[in-house]
């Protein structure tokens, strides 16, 4: 996730599917491989619903964690 991509919140997700689709397309697609790999570039991407599943997870504390967080944070 060195360079993730992002929609507001309340995005359809009618729109947030066609985007995804369209974006996975794009990093399969022949040609831009052939110039990410000309540009050195390293084309590795992670699906759009892994990387949501991901953020999600980093804000899904247990309490007991939220208050030692908390607890560390605003000493």
Do not use: H, W
């Not at 590795?44 to 964690?65: C, M, N, Q, W, Y």
């Amino acid at each position: 996730m060195a360079v993730p991509y992002s929609l507001p919140p309340g995005t359809p997700k009618e729109r947030l599917q066609e985007l995804r689709t369209a974006f996975q397309e794009t990093l399969r697609d022949k040609e831009f491989l052939a110039e990410a790999e000309k540009a050195k570039l390293d084309i590795d991407p992670i699906a759009g619903d892994e990387v949501e599943r991901i953020v999600k997870g980093l804000f899904d504390l247990e309490s007991t964690s939220a208050a030692k967080l908390r607890e560390i944070l605003y000493k």
